[in-house]
Nanobody, 125 residues
Framework: QVQLVESGGGTVQPGGSLNLSCTGP????????MGWYRQAPGKQRESVAR???????MYHDSVKGRFTISRDNAKNTLYLQMNSLKPEDTAVYYC???????????????????WGQGVQVTVSS
């Protein structure tokens, strides 16, 4: 069983910053597409930022210019630097490892998709 472990969540005021980290097995970080997702109460889980094994990055429109995703394969660690946080960023944030990065509906989608346990991020004054 692949274990991804997130850290760095917490409570900050609007405009504040947090840096999330996710660690896992070396073979996962060497080959997989990695990403951060979030789920707010009463809402569906959504992709926040993704980075391919080749370093291509994609962001949700709502976080562009404020969040930065990065990966350090040598340290088996994925990061999400979150700046200028807003109350609407409040959610549980999940680390994701996806073997092929294909969408779920793809007929050849790999079953090797793993999730962390999630960390709470609360932005409130």
């Amino acid at each position: 069983q692949v274990q991804l472990v997130e850290s760095g969540g917490g409570t900050v005021q609007p405009g504040g910053s947090l840096n999330l980290s996710c660690t896992g097995p070396r073979n996962i970080f060497a080959r997989y597409f990695m990403g951060w997702y979030r789920q707010a109460p009463g809402k569906q889980r959504e992709s926040v930022a993704r980075i391919t094994n080749g370093g291509i990055i994609m962001y949700h429109d709502s976080v562009k210019g404020r969040f930065t995703i990065s990966r350090d394969n040598a340290k088996n660690t994925l990061y999400l630097q979150m700046n200028s946080l807003k109350p609407e960023d409040t959610a549980v944030y999940y680390c994701n490892a996806d073997e092929d990065g294909r969408p779920n509906w793809h007929p050849q989608k790999s079953k090797n998709v793993y999730w962390g346990q999630g960390v709470q991020v609360t932005v409130s004054s």
